[in-house]
C-alpha cells in the first residue's frame, strides 16, 4: 500500500480530494439550511416542539421504523432515545406487516422516516397507527406525501442536494434525519433532566461506563489510607509513606480535618541531617488539592491531569479524609 501511494497518479490522488471536499461541503451546507430552516420556517418549529411533547408526555414508548438507509437512522435514532431515557425501539416495516405490528398499542408514539414520504412499506404501519389512534411522527420532506398528510405532527425538512453527483444516493438527505433524530433526542434528555447518573445506568460498559463511574467506586479506603496527625515527627511520615506505597501521606488536624499532605517532593526539598526528627506540619505542604467521592472518575481524571497530581484523598463535608485515589486505579478501571 506504502508504495502504490507513493507512486500513485498525482492528478486522481487531486479528483480524489476534490470528491472528498464537494461531499464534506454539501454536508455542511445540508446542517446549514438545517438550522436556517428551523428559525425560517415556524411551522417546522413548532412542529418539533410538539413532537417533543408528544414523545416525553406519552404513557407508551417511541416506535421508530423506516426503509432503506432511512431504515438505518431509525435505528440509530432509537438507540440514541433509548440510551437518554426514552424508552424507544426499532420495527422494521416489513416485519411489522407479518406480525410485529402487535408490538405497537395505543399509548405508543410512531415515528416514521421516509425522505420521499411515498414509502410504500409504511403503508400498512400508516393504517394500523390510524385504526388504534397511535399518533405519528413523520420525517420527511414534502408537506403533500402521503406521509405527512397522514402524521399528526410532520417534521418537514428542507430539500437539500445530495453530495452524490446523480442526485440519487442518501447522503445529506440521511445526515438531516439522524440530526433531527439526535436534536429530538437531546431535547427529550434536558425536559426530563436526564443527569450524568442516569446516562450511567444505561451505560455500565466500556469505557464510557468506567468515565461514569464515580471517585468512590474506585478510591480505597480509610484502613489502606496513609495518615499522621499533626505533631507527629517525619520519621513516622517516612514509615507510613512505605508501607501505604501511595508516594505520599495526609496529615491531620485535631479534629480530625486534612490539613496538608508530604510527597516524595516534599522530602526531596527538606532533605537535611535533622529531617526526621522534625514535625510533619514543618515539612507537609498546606492546602492540599482534594476530591468529593461524588465525583465522576472522569472529572477526577481530567483535574489530576490539569493538576500535575497522581494521588487525592477523598474528604468529605467536614474536610475530613474517607478514601485515597490513585491515577493508577483509573487507568486500571479503564478511564483514559
Known amino acids: ?125 400508516l393504517t394500523y397507527a390510524k385504526r388504534f389512534k397511535v399518533p405519528i411522527v413523520s420525517i420527511c420532506s414534502n408537506r403533500e406525501s402521503t406521509l405527512a398528510r397522514n402524521s399528526e405532527i410532520a417534521l418537514v425538512l428542507p430539500k437539500v442536494p445530495e453530495a452524490c453527483p446523480h442526485g440519487l444516493a442518501p447522503t445529506t438527505s440521511a445526515m438531516l434525519q439522524l440530526a433531527v433524530g439526535d436534536a429530538l433526542a437531546i431535547a427529550l434528555l434536558e425536559r426530563r433532566g436526564f443527569s450524568a447518573e442516569d446516562f450511567k445506568t444505561f451505560h455500565p460498559g466500556g469505557k464510557l461506563g468506567a468515565q461514569l463511574r464515580l471517585v468512590q467506586e474506585l478510591a480505597h479506603g480509610t484502613g489502606q489510607m496513609p495518615l499522621l496527625s499533626v505533631g507527629r515527627p517525619m520519621s513516622e511520615a517516612v514509615i507510613e509513606m512505605s508501607a501505604k506505597g501511595f508516594g505520599v501521606v495526609g496529615i491531620t488536624d485535631e479534629s480530625g480535618k486534612l490539613i496538608g499532605v508530604i510527597t516524595d517532593g516534599d522530602l526531596r526539598r527538606h532533605m537535611a541531617g535533622d529531617l526526621l526528627a522534625q514535625p510533619v506540619q514543618e515539612v507537609m505542604s498546606r492546602n492540599p488539592r482534594v476530591i468529593k467521592g461524588d465525583v465522576l472518575a472522569s472529572a477526577a481524571m481530567e483535574f489530576m491531569q490539569d493538576h500535575k497530581v497522581t494521588v487525592l484523598f477523598l474528604v468529605d463535608e467536614a474536610g475530613a479524609p474517607v478514601g485515597i485515589l490513585h491515577i493508577h486505579d483509573l487507568l486500571r478501571a479503564g478511564v483514559a
Open 1 to 125: 500500500m506504502g508504495v502504490r501511494h507513493a507512486t500513485a497518479d498525482a492528478h486522481a490522488g487531486g479528483t480524489v480530494l476534490e470528491s472528498i471536499g464537494r461531499t464534506l461541503t454539501t454536508a455542511t451546507n445540508g446542517i446549514k439550511a438545517l438550522a436556517d430552516h428551523l428559525t425560517s420556517d415556524q411551522d417546522f418549529a413548532g412542529a418539533l416542539v410538539d413532537a417533543v411533547e408528544l414523545m416525553g408526555d406519552g404513557d407508551g414508548r417511541v416506535v421508530v421504523s423506516g426503509v432503506g438507509k432511512s431504515g438505518h437512522i431509525g435505528r440509530k435514532i432509537a438507540a440514541t432515545l433509548a440510551s437518554t431515557g426514552t424508552s424507544a425501539y426499532f420495527v422494521h416495516p416489513t416485519e411489522a406487516s407479518h406480525g410485529d405490528l402487535g408490538m405497537i398499542t395505543a399509548q405508543d408514539a410512531l415515528v416514521l422516516l421516509s425522505w420521499s414520504g411515498e414509502t410504500a412499506e409504511l403503508a400498512n404501519m
